[in-house]
């Protein structure tokens, strides 16, 4: 099932996710809706927030061919390593793009959709698309990671958009 995403000003973007208690049979659906949504939009990294769901969820695909799902419950960064920059842009504030400075390398751990918990190291753009979405699931958008000025000016934008919707 396609799933709504919430787009920049929208409030719930803020909410703090909590942590899944148990994977069940909510939480699969939940993730298989996620990567359906993810895909047709089409991204590279879907958070819970996103689409109105406040738990620590995430769903990320870099590959070309959108072939390779990764799915994160609870992830929790333990290493970061060096810094890259790179222009980012985000399925909640459409057609905006800004370069942003994140870890180069990071070490997360995680569960799967199973319930099993893993470890996975990524680098550059899964490392960079990791930190994106674990953004998401602490109320914190890419664009909180721009000048004030720049904030003001997007807001305005997406204030004025969201009116003619």
């Given at each position: 099932m396609i799933l709504?995403?919430l787009k920049y000003?929208?409030?719930?973007l ?6 899944v ?5 909510e ?9 359906e949504t ?7 990294g ?10 620590r969820?995430?769903?990320?695909d ?10 994160l419950?609870?992830p ?7 810094e890259?920059?790179?222009?980012e842009?985000?399925?909640s ?11 180069n390398?990071?070490k997360?751990?995680?569960?799967n959709e199973?319930g099993q918990?893993f470890?996975i190291e990524a680098k550059?753009m899964?490392?960079i698309?990791?930190q994106h979405e674990?953004d998401?699931?602490?109320g ?11 904030q003001k000016?997007?807001?305005k ?9």
């Amino acid at each position: 099932m396609i799933l709504e995403i919430l787009k920049y000003p929208d409030k719930r973007l803020r909410t703090i996710a909590s942590p899944v208690q148990e994977v069940n049979s909510e939480i699969k659906k939940q993730v298989k809706d996620m990567f359906e949504t993810m895909y047709a939009a089409p991204g590279i990294g879907l958070a819970a927030t996103q689409v109105n769901f406040h738990q620590r969820l995430i769903v990320i695909d870099i590959s070309d061919e959108g072939n390779e799902p990764l799915c994160l419950i609870n992830p929790e960064i333990m290493q970061k390593n060096g810094e890259i920059e790179y222009e980012e842009g985000c399925l909640s504030v459409p057609n905006y793009y800004e370069s942003i400075k994140r870890a180069n390398e990071i070490k997360v751990s995680a569960q799967n959709e199973l319930g099993q918990t893993f470890e996975i190291e990524a680098k550059e753009m899964l490392s960079i698309c990791i930190q994106h979405e674990m953004d998401h699931l602490n109320g914190i958008l890419f664009v909180d990671h721009l000048s004030k000025l720049k904030q003001k000016r997007l807001k305005k934008k997406a204030v004025k958009q969201s009116k003619k919707l």
